[in-house]
C-alpha cells in the first residue's frame, strides 16, 4: 500500500539552528501539506501546496518556515532559526486532487522535532 | 470562536457501551467533513467521512448538520481498541483542512 514517509524521526536540534524536515508524498497525490502537534495539543495546519506554489498557509506559518518541493518527489519544510517553541512532531500529509475522492488526506508517521 | 470545535474529555466508558462525540465549525462554506483518529504518539488516520444524508461503518455512526454547523459520531458496543483520540476534520476549501483539538476516549474492561 502506498504511504508517505518522512526522515528524519527525529531531530535534536539547538537553538538558532536551521532544520530541514522531508517527506516523500504519495506518488499520484497532488495536494501537500505539513501541520504540526505540540505533544499534548491539537494538530495544527501550517501549509499546503499545490502546483509547486503555497496555495494556503497559517499564521503560524511565519517568515522563519519555508516549504518547497525540489525534485518532483521530496516535499520539504524549513526551519530557518529555530526556537524551543518549534519543538513538536511535524506531520506531512498528501491527497489526490479534488473530485477524485473525498479529501482523505494520507499523513506520514511524523518527525519528531526537539529544539533545545 | 475556535474554527472546529470539540468536547476535549476525557470520555472514560466500559466496554460495550455507547458513546458520542460532538464537533462545532465555523465556516459554513466548509465542504467536507471527516472523524479520523489518533492513537497516541501516532499520526492522525481517517476513520469515516461524513455525508450530509448521514452514514455508518459498522458500530460507528456519523452525522452532518449543516444548518446549524454541527458534526457528531457515535460508536456502539465500544471495544478496547476503541480508545484514541477522536479528531473532527473540516475541508474548508482545496487547500486548508483543519483539526479539531480531539475528543480522548478510554475504554475500561
Known amino acids: 500500500e502506498p504511504e508517505v514517509t518522512q526522515t528524519p524521526s527525529h531531530q535534536v536540534t539547538q537553538m538558532g539552528q536551521e532544520v530541514i524536515l522531508r517527506c516523500v508524498p504519495i506518488?499520484?497525490?497532488?495536494?501537500f501539506y505539513w501541520y504540526r502537534q505540540i505533544l499534548g495539543q491539537k494538530v495544527e495546519f501550517l501549509v499546503s501546496?499545490?502546483?509547486?506554489?503555497?496555495?494556503?498557509k497559517s499564521e503560524i506559518f511565519d517568515d522563519q518556515f519555508s516549504v518547497e518541493r525540489p525534485d518532483g518527489s521530496n516535499f520539504t519544510l524549513k526551519i530557518r532559526s529555530t526556537k524551543l517553541e518549534d519543538s513538536a512532531m511535524y506531520f506531512c500529509a498528501s491527497r489526490t486532487a479534488p473530485g477524485e475522492n473525498t479529501g482523505e488526506l494520507f499523513f506520514g508517521e511524523g518527525s519528531r522535532l526537539t529544539v533545545l | 470562536r475556535k474554527e472546529v470545535e470539540q468536547d476535549p474529555g476525557p470520555f472514560n466508558v466500559p466496554e460495550g457501551a455507547t458513546v458520542a462525540f460532538n464537533c462545532t465549525y465555523s465556516n459554513s462554506a466548509s465542504q467536507s467533513f471527516f472523524w479520523y483518529r489518533q492513537d497516541c504518539r501516532k499520526e492522525p488516520k481517517l476513520l469515516m467521512s461524513v455525508y450530509s444524508s448521514g452514514n455508518e461503518d459498522g458500530r460507528f455512526t456519523a452525522q452532518l448538520n449543516r444548518a446549524s454547523q454541527y458534526i457528531s459520531l457515535l460508536i456502539r458496543d465500544s471495544k478496547l481498541s476503541d480508545s484514541a483520540t477522536y479528531l473532527c476534520?473540516?475541508?474548508?476549501?482545496?487547500?486548508?483542512?483543519?483539526f479539531g483539538s480531539g475528543t480522548r476516549l478510554s475504554i475500561r474492561p
Open positions: 501546496f499545490y502546483n509547486n506554489e503555497i496555495s494556503e
Open positions: 476534520v473540516v475541508k474548508e476549501d482545496a487547500s486548508k483542512i483543519i
Open positions: 506518488s499520484n497525490h497532488l495536494y
